[in-house]
Structures are given as C-alpha cells and as structure tokens.
C-alpha cells in the first residue's frame, strides 16, 4: 500500500477536517443525503486538493479503517 508519509498524514486529516465540517454543516440545513454525499467531497477538494493518486489512498484508508479500527491515518509500523 502507498506509503503514508508524516506530510500526506497531515493533509488526510486535513482533508477529514474540512469534509466532517462540512458535512455536519449540510445535516442541520437540512440538505437531503444525495446533496451532503456530493457536497461534502466538492467543499473538502475545494479547501485540500489532493491528486487522484492521493485520494485513492485516502478512501481506501478510511474504508480499510471503517473495518479494522485503529486510529484513522496511524503509523503504519
């Protein structure tokens, strides 16, 4: 897996920052869920651009976390 280096661990969370803002933001105006799935990933690119490479890893992360647990964008030693 592309390794994580202390930089690219810093803009993922980042990144995660502007994306749960944003999408709590969306929830209490009320948007419906379609607009918060899109919304959310349009306003965090928007603030942290990340390659596709960048975030292709930063999904697969996030996802292979939401399964094993541990601490979001951990060492990976």
Same mark, same amino acid.
């Given at each position: 897996?592309?390794?994580?280096?202390?930089?690219? #661990? +810093?803009?993922? @969370?980042?990144?995660?920052?502007? !994306? /749960?803002?944003? #999408?709590?933001? @969306?929830?209490?105006?009320? %948007?419906?869920?379609? $607009? =918060? *799935? *899109? /919304? =959310?990933?349009? %306003?965090? @690119?928007?603030?942290?651009? =990340?390659?596709?490479? /960048?975030?292709? $890893? !930063?999904?697969? #992360? &996030? %996802?292979?976390?939401? &399964?094993?647990?541990?601490?979001?964008?951990?060492? +990976?030693?």
């Amino acid at each position: 897996m592309h390794e994580l280096t202390p930089e690219l #661990r +810093d803009k993922f @969370l980042r990144f995660r920052e502007v !994306y /749960e803002h944003n #999408r709590i933001k @969306l929830e209490e105006s009320g %948007a419906s869920g379609k $607009v =918060v *799935a *899109a /919304e =959310v990933w349009k %306003a965090a @690119l928007a603030e942290i651009p =990340v390659t596709d490479d /960048e975030l292709h $890893v !930063y999904k697969l #992360r &996030v %996802a292979l976390h939401s &399964v094993n647990g541990g601490e979001l964008f951990g060492d +990976d030693s």
